[in-house]
């Protein structure tokens, strides 16, 4: 791999175009149509994306559902706010989270926590948060009295860079979100409808879902200069057997596998590098791969993702994908012709 810099993944980007709400409905978002072959790129709107699909392509989803993982509380003893943003669960009760104010949050520092949720008939009772282990830059391992309550006492954590209150908190929710758990939505996943998904399976395309639990890396730049330096954060995923016997039989044919997000083609590119042969294995483990220019895709063919932010390990995988003199060329375009980004913007597919 030739050496890179996180300098490299730099741009500047205007203030406006950061989106703050989705558009509605949500395959009326942009499309910006990338295609590594020629370099051409054609702009249109996401319900389009039809167009681009043929019989025979797999699309592949990622269908972790985000939690309610920002618990707002107060420190026994000073009384003093304390926030607390859930990204992994170790074992029932016991998760990995970011708190604040960290310096403050020592082992054995406790929480509460007023459950306050419609669904909640037990109003009066609080929820309990011991601060167990202490990590790094405000993580903490912390055990709750009751994850039963845990689950009606947070709200979806919406990105930092959004700052406009969310009226509805199933749009930050693909339509077909199942297993619950990620700290953030698959957000490439958001521009599908259930009447587009509907129209692409008339065309004789398939649909596989996998799942990674989205986590601490949506939330962080990568700061050192050196890329190959960050540690990024694991990440748990599943590739089924039928899945995987799926995709390993597409490759065969070669028909096209389609991800839909960089945490699907991260998932689906570490089950690659962990099976023993040229077939895609089972997967079930955590996921650290962090794909650089250099790597070798060796399951994901087309990729449909959103613009990320600068110096992220997204802008990296797409890169990697697609080649830096084109991803910059498009994200050039991009913003000279005001698509939207981040998590509530628009799309890029990169045939």
Do not use: C
Request: no cysteine.
């Amino acid at each position: 791999m030739k050496f890179v810099k996180t300098s490299d993944f730099d741009y500047t980007l205007p203030t406006e175009l950061i989106a703050q709400i989705p558009i509605e409905p949500r395959d009326q978002s942009r499309l910006l149509v990338l295609n590594r072959k020629n370099g051409s790129i054609v702009h249109r709107r996401f319900f389009e994306i039809t167009d681009y699909l043929h019989a025979g392509d797999v699309l592949v989803f990622n269908d972790s559902r985000v939690i309610p993982a920002r618990l707002k509380g107060r420190r026994v003893g000073s009384g003093g706010k304390v926030e607390i943003l859930l990204l992994r669960r170790v074992s029932t009760g016991l998760w990995e989270a970011l708190v604040k104010p960290g310096r403050r949050l020592q082992a054995g520092s406790t929480v509460e926590i007023s459950v306050d949720s419609p669904l909640n008939i037990q109003k009066d009772k609080t929820l309990v948060a011991e601060i167990t282990e202490v990590g790094e830059g405000g993580m903490r391992t912390v055990r709750f009295s009751d994850e039963a309550l845990l689950m009606k006492s947070g709200e979806v954590p919406l990105p930092p860079y959004i700052h406009t209150p969310l009226a509805d908190p199933d749009r930050y929710q693909t339509v077909y979100a199942r297993i619950d758990g990620s700290a953030a939505a698959p957000t490439a996943g958001l521009h599908f409808t259930h009447e587009l998904m509907r129209k692409i399976a008339s065309k004789g395309i398939k649909f596989m879902f996998v799942m990674l639990h989205v986590g601490l890396d949506t939330f962080r730049p990568v700061t050192e200069d050196n890329p190959l330096e960050h540690v990024i954060y694991k990440e748990y995923g599943i590739v089924s057997s039928e899945v995987a016997a799926a995709l390993s039989e597409a490759k065969r044919q070669k028909q096209r596998v389609i991800a839909v997000g960089t945490t699907t083609v991260r998932i689906l590119e570490q089950a690659a590098r962990a099976s023993k042969s040229q077939e895609l294995d089972p997967f079930e483990d955590w996921v650290d791969l962090f794909i650089l220019p250099g790597h070798r895709f060796r399951t994901v063919d087309t990729l449909v993702t959103n613009f990320h932010l600068p110096r992220s390990t997204l802008l990296m995988l797409v890169t990697a994908f697609s080649g830096r003199e084109l991803i910059n060329k498009a994200y050039r375009e991009a913003i000279s012709e005001k698509y939207r980004f981040y998590s509530f913007g628009d799309a890029m597919l990169i045939l």
